[in-house]
């Protein structure tokens, strides 16, 4: 802690006009002159916009301007999860959340989750890959392509083969990964 009762790297958030921003990485609190330094990330302009869902999140919340309280608010999540999730600290990202936060941060879910950087050399990780490119748990895709989640998940390991019937539905989405 420092002065202030704020962590080194922590940003708190403060009302509109309290913070003026300065070329030091420190800002000043306009309202009691008490100035703290604070980690500001800059996000690459380019298209690299990270290798892991927490940079990618980070990276398309700087880029639309939002802290971390209003990519909550509007997506509905905890601050903590949105924090845990940028900060690394949170083992996977749940379908349901990555959908949430495409929305709220206009990217899609692929994009967010990485599953561009997901291995594609088997039938299995190509099925893989293809549901969670659409943003679907393996439910909601056994649902779409008439089979069960236990088919699904038993293609995903590899432990079984579509069949020919099955096949022709799965290869629009297939298909899909070569788009992106």
Known sequence: MHSGGFPA???CTLWPGQLK?????????TSTAMTFTVHKKVMPENKNCGNTPGERIRWARF????????????????????????NGRAQTVEIETLRKLASVLNQP????????LLP?????????????????????????IGTNEKTVRL?????CSPTEKSMKILIPYLENLKLY
């Open 120 to 144: 594609e050399k088997t039938l299995a990780e190509r099925i893989r890959k293809a549901r969670l490119y659409h943003g679907l748990t393996k439910s909601e895709f056994a649902a779409k």
């Open 21 to 29: 921003n300065r070329t030091d990485n420190r800002e000043e609190n």
């Open 63 to 86: 880029e639309i301007g939002l802290d971390i309280v209003d990519v909550a608010r509007e997506a509905g999540l905890c601050t903590g999860t949105i924090s845990r999730i940028e």
């Open 155 to 159: 293609w995903e390991r590899g432990k």
């Open 9 to 11: 790297d922590c940003k």
């Open 109 to 116: 879910v692929w994009l967010l989750g990485c599953f561009d």
